[in-house]
């Protein structure tokens, strides 16, 4: 990573971004992006944490009662 990108002139974190921008950019339609943010979820945020929360593997891996 430090190698790739010093070679590039830019910070490791830079790196990454541009890494994955390109990889979500040949993967993803711009269909895709053109709809982000633009919903909202009908549960409430207190709902989503608690859905989360209930998840077995989630609540084990995260240690959350």
């Avoid at 070679?7 to 990889?23: E, F, L, N, Y």
């Amino acid at each position: 990573l430090r190698e790739a990108s010093e070679k590039d002139g830019i910070t490791p974190s830079a790196w990454i971004q541009r890494v994955i921008h390109t990889q979500l950019d040949e993967k993803l339609p711009e269909s895709f992006f053109a709809v982000l943010g633009t919903w909202e979820d009908d549960r409430s945020t207190e709902e989503i944490f608690r859905d989360i929360r209930r998840e077995a593997p989630q609540a084990k891996r995260m240690a959350l009662k």
